[in-house]
């Protein structure tokens, strides 16, 4: 009897997971994709593209500008293929329209979209669930070991939230520092996201990638990553990796998150927590050395020391975002004269709250 209903809740649980997979199939094909859309620097959002190598434009059949690197048809185009250096090819090895300027040691933001730059973008489908990393590389092509790891955010096992989960209810957008110990010079920023609605099959792991171009200044006596942070693109990943080859719909109590160790300067902490959207407006004519000296750790604790949580003064504002609106999806998430603005998706206005720490 007890081998009978340990086959019947193996039985149970294969449906119940091929159940997800096949609603996440469906979704991949209607909603799910992403693409890198802007960065912001000093606050100010840089536009759209500006700054970004090419999206993907060829019309080839089934692949568009937000499709993941993936191609279950030839694996070599995919995870371990040359389009995960920057994007799909030859697109994505043209240069950028322009280089942005960064200081080092400051935050940078970037914002990821679905479709478009609108507010009723919904930036990814909520099956899409997987982490997010940026690295950065002195280069030009990035080609070889020259990539280290700035960003990283896999699954919060207390919030039970995906970093993917998070950007829907940021907007899209997400932060991370530059770090201050590098040498000044020409960079280029790779960020991408995982979708693993299908990571619990080989070839199944969905990577969107997308890579900006920077100066960074103030820091000419920096220095670079040793060699043990140093990873190529293709190269990084295998399609067995603990964190690609991953199942979201078993049980689990942590997440492996794929590629290296993090590197952080000495002098600031990387916190791995996305954060609001940009409170400045995209323009047309952004300026390219920003004036604003953006704190190291923005979404830091700030309950101990409110006034040094966040140059805005709004503090973690994703956090607010997501406990004001709770099940409600965030339709605007901004920080506006040092105080939150927060709408939900069904509200008719934004509420304007007081910093959280006076919450």
């Known amino acids: 009897f007890i081998l009978l209903l340990s086959k019947f809740k193996t039985v149970l649980l294969t449906m119940n997971e091929t159940l997800y997979l096949v609603i996440a199939l469906f979704f991949a094909s209607v909603h799910g994709h992403m693409y890198l859309s802007s960065i912001t ?146 960079y280029l920023i790779r960020t991408e996201t995982f979708g693993l609605h299908e990571g619990n099959q080989m070839y199944g792991a969905q990577p969107y990638v997308g890579c900006a171009e920077v100066t960074v200044t103030g820091s000419a006596s920096g220095s670079l990553p040793s060699s043990d942070y140093l990873v190529s693109f293709p190269g990084a990943y295998s399609y067995n990796d603990a964190g690609i080859l991953f199942n979201i719909y078993n049980s689990f109590t942590s997440y492996p998150i794929p590629g290296p160790k993090l590197f952080t300067s000495s002098a600031v902490t990387n916190t791995g927590n996305p954060t609001s959207n940009p409170t400045s407006n995209p323009t047309s004519n952004p300026t390219s050395n920003p004036t604003s000296n953006p704190t190291s750790n923005p979404t830091s604790n700030p309950t101990s020391n409110p006034t040094s949580a966040s140059t805005d003064g709004c503090g973690n504002i994703a956090s607010q975002c997501l406990q004001i609106c709770g099940e409600r999806t965030v339709a605007s998430c901004k920080c506006l004269n040092g105080n939150p603005s927060i709408e939900c998706a069904d509200s008719s206005a934004a509420s304007s709250l007081r910093p959280f720490w006076f919450l």
């Open 41 to 186: 620097i000093g606050g100010q959002d840089q536009g759209e593209r500006n700054c970004l190598r090419p999206l993907y434009s060829g019309g080839a059949a089934g692949t568009y500008p937000n499709s993941p690197i993936q191609d279950l048809k030839v694996y070599t185009r995919g995870l371990i293929g040359s389009n995960m250096t920057c994007g799909f090819l030859p697109f994505a090895a043209n240069p950028a329209n322009r280089k942005c300027s960064v200081t080092a040691g400051s935050v940078m933001g970037i914002t990821w979209h679905h479709n478009d730059a609108t507010s009723s973008d919904d930036i990814v489908e909520d099956t899409h669930k997987g982490p997010c990393m940026v690295y950065m590389a002195k280069s030009d092509d990035g080609s070889g070991p020259v990539w280290f790891k700035v960003y990283e955010e896999g699954y919060n096992t207390q919030t039970s939230t995906w970093c993917t989960m998070r950007l829907r209810a940021t907007k899209g957008y997400m932060e991370f520092t530059i770090p201050a110990s590098i040498p000044s010079g020409n």
